[in-house]
């Protein structure tokens, strides 16, 4: 079994440092189930490159255990280890690697925390659910993936393919991070352990899941298969993940939007961007729309005035406001008909969620830049995979317009709880890539007042299959 990791950050062979692994020295280590050997194929200045070789015994693993006689008995012999990525890999990157696993370095304590770009290859890695899996686990991590499927026999292409992938995955992480990705998600892909699962287990996955495993939108399919599909270990990890994340998710959720709704007002320009958004979905002839992160409703009271509307689903992840959105729509006092065409719902865009699917148009208005980088990712396949309206009005700020703001915010970007704004190349490049990766034409507009330096305030995109 191989894996390699390679970075070209200057100077590359820090990595040796980094993985406390000399790279002008071959190592070899003994394993309870074989030898792991750590080599560095290449090591300059520009690119460096390790490689882990695990040399797993599968006749030792079972030498003097008791087992079942006949075929049974064979398979312990006779099997796949030897080969694959699996979970031996990732006791070999807890013995091996544990220090750069922790986030440590003695040399080099300054490169620890900082995102590097590094390749990891697998040429052999067994996915159950395949390719499409394999995306979900490591997309919304911020990770390129490239896979290619294995023929079950090159001698024989009509056998078709095997469950085994060969995979590249490129990122910009912390090295300690990248290691915890790898670490869990290999034994989640295979979907199987060599050893006992017990509550251990649950430990290390709420430890080296800690900052991106209770944002994940498989977080439940990976606990469930990292603890061997044991349901109440599954349910334990999962209350200890929801813990850690749900009290940060709803304070962002309440706040979302304060800041920047005051520097924008003397523009009007919410009022604008929402009359705007109401115009192009009603013109686009749904019938059954959604608003994705509502907040308190200020869209879904433009899009009650269209009587074409005759469904209007707001969806939000925080009860809060959810609370103020009836309260301020006075869904209470609603006619019974007009109750019919408004429904909230509680959510996620980070989560796959079969009750968005099947509508005619989605406004996602001043959202993705409250998601970090790495959720993107997520958020593009829920909304454009499985949700996939025919039509999503999309809008989001123009960060080059932020110097004619009269009082500017501290920083660069108009909220605090922003994590990125985009200026206008930025935006069409990503908008242009979301369309041709899932089938919808594009169409972008400013909104607000134009300036030919530095654009609109809001750039909006319009995505139509």
């Not at 200057?10 to 030898?35: C, I, M, W």
């Not at 989640?188 to 991106?212: F, I, N, P, S, T």
């Not at 899009?303 to 959810?322: M, P, Q, T, W, Y």
């Not at 972008?444 to 139509?464: C, H, K, N, S």
Request: charged fraction near 25%; hydrophobic fraction near 40%; include cysteine.
């Amino acid at each position: 079994m191989l894996l390699t990791l390679t970075t070209t950050a200057r100077p590359a062979t820090d990595l040796g440092y980094l993985l406390h692994k000399n790279p002008g020295r071959v190592q070899s280590f003994e394993l309870s189930f074989g030898k792991a050997h750590v080599f560095y194929p290449e090591a300059s200045d520009d690119r460096c490159t390790m490689a882990l070789l695990l040399d797993v015994d599968p006749v030792g693993l079972v030498r003097g255990r008791s087992g079942p006689s006949g075929e049974g008995a064979l398979e312990q012999y006779v099997n796949d280890r030897p080969y694959v990525a699996s979970s031996f890999l990732t006791v070999a990157i807890s013995r091996l690697f544990g220090t750069a696993l922790s986030g440590r370095s003695k040399e080099r304590p300054e490169l620890v925390e900082r995102a590097l770009p590094f390749e990891v290859r697998l040429p052999v890695l067994p996915c159950r659910g395949g390719e499409p899996f394999l995306r979900r686990l490591f997309e919304p991590l911020g990770y390129q993936v490239e896979a290619t499927p294995i023929e079950l026999d090159p001698a024989m292409p009509a056998w078709g393919t095997s469950r085994y992938l060969s995979v590249t995955l490129r990122a910009e992480h912390k090295l300690a991070d990248l290691l915890s990705h790898v670490y869990l998600l290999v034994p989640v892909l295979d979907d199987d352990k060599h050893y006992w699962v017990g509550d251990e287990e649950v430990e290390k996955l709420v430890r080296h899941g800690e900052g991106w495993l209770a944002v994940h939108p498989e977080k439940e399919q990976i606990a469930h298969r990292y603890l061997a599909h044991q349901k109440k270990l599954a349910r334990s990890a999962l209350e200890q993940l929801v813990a850690e994340e749900a009290p940060h998710a709803e304070e962002e959720a309440i706040t979302h939007g304060a800041e920047e709704a005051a520097l924008e007002k003397k523009l009007s320009l919410n009022d604008v961007r929402l009359d705007r958004v109401a115009e192009v979905l009603a013109a686009s002839g749904a019938t059954r729309v959604l608003d994705l992160g509502c907040g308190e409703g200020k869209l879904l009271r433009q899009l009650l005035k269209h009587k074409a509307f005759v469904e209007i689903v707001g969806l939000d992840v925080s009860h809060r406001a959810l609370e103020t959105a009836a309260e301020r729509l006075r869904l209470e006092r609603m006619s019974e008909a007009q109750k019919k065409r408004l429904k909230l719902l509680h959510g996620s865009l980070m989560y796959r969620d079969a009750r968005l699917a099947g509508y005619d148009a989605a406004a996602v208005v001043e959202v993705i830049e409250h998601l970090d980088p790495p959720r993107l990712a997520a958020f593009e396949r829920v909304v454009f995979e499985s949700a996939r309206p025919g039509t999503v009005v999309l809008t989001t700020p123009n960060v080059e317009y932020n110097v004619r703001f009269e009082n500017p915010p501290a920083g660069r970007l108009r909220h605090r709880d922003h994590r990125f704004e985009w200026t206008r190349a930025e935006f069409e490049a990503w908008a242009t890539g979301l369309a041709g990766r899932f089938g919808y034409s594009l169409q972008l507009e400013p909104i607000g007042p134009f300036d030919d330096a530095v654009g609109a305030p809001t750039q909006m995109a319009v995505f139509t299959r």
